[in-house]
């Protein structure tokens, strides 16, 4: 009978340690029953186990990954242990009822057994070929679909002939053990749980597939979709839960109030959800990514390609990249981010319909991020580079990085930060508000006022009051500048620039 297996084993660096487990049965599978067991440079039982919990679906992987690990192998856990610190001689036994051999089922050995069921040491590691357990990630074949319980075998055979090495940081190979599958045929109406976990697993180039029907469709990811040109469409007004990765020229549709987590590569996509939370990546293609109502990610991949993000009227967050598209987002409200990913630099202009309230530059890239027309008070972080930053018409906290930067606050009551580097504060010749300035420093940076030359040195008073400096000017505008009389900060002429 069909049981569970191996399917990839991660043997990082450090704490970068998993391993997955596959269903390729027709059925879901209780992992209440399962251990995976570790035996520490050979010995004749189990030393540590971590006891399994959950649901593995039908044609779906299950990974457990030590919770020390980095956040790039974090991304791919299903569940967490800290027995899962093995190192390259260790072996990895998957156990069923007990996690120890004589009382428990062998149901797949990663290492080797004697006759005598002894569980030697290797040394360093095994070896075959050039397939190794030390350090690298090795991905099972595709043409095995049962676990070995013999183990690797005589000269470790088995290893070279069941496992596909790759190197010990290319954690996207956890996504690559793809058995041997049907596919679905198009035109697909899918009805129930879990028929749906399957069809997903099993979709062809080509497929439509459509949930109907009155069932609740909650998915236990992540779903990996190989198909090219895969529609997908949830209809049903219920919670959806399906991380899906996909290749291809591929279209995911979610309406009603549902949750879609779509992680779309390699491909040209569409990708459109109505009022649920949704995390909508698309990469490697022109990503289409329309989130609807809910809090919701989106991500459209660090291609350099044209992206469009649509967004509702939730709390949202958008993951932007520079090239040879620029990014175009629509958005109706809410509490929103956006960071720029990319080392380069790009340009980010707000009007009244677009307002995004946190935003966060590039890492060494010259950025133009302008919310002048903001219908909101918004926060503006420069990081690297030689940015220009402006803020809106409200109350604004703009923050420089490292480099050559412009903070113009704009109307409001703003706050600039500046930071490494030379800043230049700007500021209107009246109607500026009551702004304050934190980190000047003497000698680098530049206070512009005005323009046409409407204000002048005399036309300023400055004050020293406690361990701040208080310029005054125009109809009753006022910088404050923040811990500068404490710092020693003289300012004269040659601080300011006008017109």
Same mark, same amino acid.
């Given at each position: ?23 390729? =049965? ?13 035996? $520490? ?12 919990? @959950? ?35 260790? %072996? $990895? ?62 000269? +470790?055979?088995?290893? @070279? ?16 053990? &793809? ?15 879990? =028929?749906?976990?399957?069809?997903? %697993? ?5 497929? &439509? ?21 895969? =529609? ?6 219920? &919670? ?14 979610? +309406? ?31 990503? &289409? ?55 380069? @630099? ?65 109307? @409001? ?49 400055? $004050?020293?009051?406690?361990? %701040? ?27 300011? =620039?006008?017109?």
């Amino acid at each position: 009978m069909a049981d569970l297996f191996i399917s990839v084993y991660v043997n990082g660096s450090g704490y970068d340690k998993a391993i997955q487990i596959y269903n390729p =049965t027709d059925e879901p599978i209780d992992l209440s029953d399962y251990y995976l067991s570790r035996v $520490v440079n050979g010995g004749s039982n189990a030393e540590a186990f971590a006891p399994l919990s @959950g649901i593995i679906t039908a044609g779906d992987s299950f990974t457990i990954v030590h919770p020390s690990a980095s956040n790039a192998l974090m991304d791919y856990a299903d569940a967490v242990s800290t027995k899962m610190n093995f190192t390259g001689d260790d %072996h $990895v036994i998957l156990m069923k009822d007990s996690p120890y051999i004589g009382s428990g089922q062998i149901v797949d050995l990663f290492g080797t057994m004697t006759e005598t069921g002894l569980l030697n040491d290797p040394g360093l590691a095994w070896v075959s070929g050039e397939i190794s357990t030390a350090e690298r990630i090795l991905v099972r074949n595709k043409s095995q679909t049962e676990g070995d319980i013999d183990g690797f075998g005589a000269d +470790n055979a088995d290893l @070279g002939a069941q496992w596909t090495r790759y190197e010990e940081e290319d954690f996207a190979a956890l996504d690559l053990f &793809v058995p041997p599958v049907k596919g679905v045929e198009n035109e697909t109406t899918l009805i129930a749980y879990p =028929t749906l976990d399957r069809a997903l %697993h099993e979709a062809a180039d080509g497929d &439509v597939l459509t949930v109907t029907g009155s069932g609740n469709f909650s998915l236990e990811g992540p779903h990996v979709v190989r198909a090219d040109g895969l =529609t997908f469409n949830a209809t049903k007004a219920s &919670v959806f839960n399906a991380f899906t990765v996909a290749t291809g020229a591929n279209s995911f549709t979610a +309406n009603g109030d549902m949750d879609l987590h779509v992680r779309a590569t390699n491909g040209d996509k569409s990708i459109k959800t109505d009022a649920g939370d949704d995390t909508l990546v698309g990469t490697n293609g022109i990503a &289409v990514l329309d989130g609807g109502e809910g809090d919701n990610y989106f991500d459209g991949g660090d291609d350099g390609l044209l992206d469009i993000y649509i967004a509702g009227s939730g709390n949202d967050r958008f993951m932007l990249a520079d090239g040879e598209g620029s990014d175009q987002i629509t958005d109706t409200g809410g509490d929103d981010f956006a960071t720029v990913k990319d080392e380069v @630099g790009t340009r980010i202009i707000m009007d009244a319909a677009l307002t995004i309230e946190r935003v966060l530059g590039s890492h060494g890239g010259d950025d133009v991020i302008d919310a002048s027309e903001a219908s909101g008070s918004v926060r503006i972080y420069g990081r690297d580079g030689d940015d220009a930053l402006t803020g809106s018409a409200y109350n604004d906290y703009l923050i420089a990085g490292r480099g050559y930067d412009r903070l113009e606050g704009g109307a @409001g009551n703003d706050r600039l930060y500046g930071s490494d580097g030379e800043e230049t504060y700007v500021f209107a010749a009246s109607g500026d508000g009551d702004d304050w300035v934190v980190g000047f420093t003497d000698g680098e940076d530049r206070i512009q006022i005005g323009s046409d030359n409407a204000v002048s040195f005399e036309d300023l008073t400055i $004050v020293e009051r406690g361990a %701040h400096l208080y310029v005054y000017y125009g109809e009753g505008d006022l910088i404050r500048m923040t811990g500068a009389n404490a710092n020693g900060v003289i300012l004269t002429e040659a601080d300011f =620039t006008f017109g």
